[in-house]
């Protein structure tokens, strides 16, 4: 008899460390998803901010004019401003996981279809390349966005 119940409270003792260790290994995994999930909700916030101010800097040329660089005209720079903004979208879309394994490059070819992309990567994609020095992510971002730029403007014929 001894046995028997030395065997059962073994028994109920090694199933509750086992309960508890499968809620600590969940209880680990949410928080860790939590912690994921919040600096996503960070990331969108941040984006949306950095949105916000592309919108009106590319809609407002008096507000425009007052961060104009000096040897750009505020109508060009409000439009190079527009692509920034198409171009931070996609960014955002890649860093949350919306972008399909594969897929940058076409979307990256599509936005340098358009002039005034690759006329804002001119003048801005070292910039762009230095604020993604150390994110991995973001330095892939930055160099599929280079090669698309560098191959429109090898197709696109000179204007002489």
């Known amino acids: 008899m001894k046995l028997t119940t030395a065997v059962l409270t073994t028994a ?11 809620t600590a290994v969940v209880g680990a995994a ?5 912690a994921r999930h919040q600096a996503e909700r960070n990331e969108v916030a941040v984006a949306r901010n950095q949105l916000d101010w592309l919108t009106q800097m ?12 000096e040897d750009i005209d505020v109508e060009e720079y409000m439009q190079l401003l527009h ?3 198409q171009i931070c979208t996609l960014s955002l879309r890649d860093r949350l996981g919306f972008v399909r394994h594969g897929q940058l490059p076409f979307y990256a070819s599509m936005l340098m279809n358009s002039d005034v992309c690759r006329r804002y990567w001119a003048r801005f994609g070292d910039l762009r390349a230095q604020e993604a020095e150390g994110d991995e992510r973001a330095e892939h971002f930055t160099e599929v966005l280079d090669r698309a730029a560098k191959t429109h403007s090898r197709a696109q014929p000179s204007a002489a």
Request: hydrophobic share 45%; net charge positive.
């Open 58 to 69: 590319s809609t407002n040329p008096d507000l425009a004019k007052l961060w104009t660089p």
């Open 12 to 22: 109920v003792l090694a199933a509750g460390a086992a309960v508890s260790l499968t």
């Open 30 to 34: 949410r928080l860790r998803q939590d």
């Open 83 to 85: 692509a920034n903004q």
